[in-house]
């Protein structure tokens, strides 16, 4: 007995590409372009649509990242020790010193809001 397939249309991406897609966007949660990675790596083509009906499957949607834990007692008293210390400094001894969290810089890419894919009930994994 010889099985005929059932016509149709064929499947724009594989098995083993589907995996990928899952597994890269779990392995990478704030990978924005799993499309790009899938042509590079795997050197196939698929469209964002198809890649989002893929992570809807196992249940992988789009997030907004959470924020960290707030400051606790302990933090701010020792920001505030910080300041009092060096409350009295000119302005040439604070020319030298830089504060990397003060400023936000954005060199490559978009400055808008990211998003995370992960599953449900995965929060601060």
């Known amino acids: 007995m010889v099985c005929r397939s059932t016509g149709g249309r064929t499947r724009a991406s594989t098995h083993r590409e589907n995996r990928f897609i899952v597994s890269t966007s779990l392995r990478n949660v704030f990978l924005t372009s799993v499309k790009k990675e899938l042509n590079e790596v795997r050197g196939a083509k698929a469209s ?15 997030y907004r990242p959470t924020n960290g ?57």
């Open 48 to 62: 964002a649509r198809i890649i989002g009906r893929r992570l809807k499957k196992p249940e992988i949607t789009s």
């Open 69 to 125: 834990p707030k400051l606790s007692a302990a933090h701010r008293q020792a920001r505030m020790s910080f300041g009092r210390e060096h409350l009295n400094r000119t302005e040439e001894q604070w020319a030298f010193i830089f504060f990397s969290d003060e400023c936000k810089t954005c060199l490559t890419g978009a400055d808008g809001p990211r998003r995370v894919y992960r599953r449900c009930g995965e929060r601060y994994a």
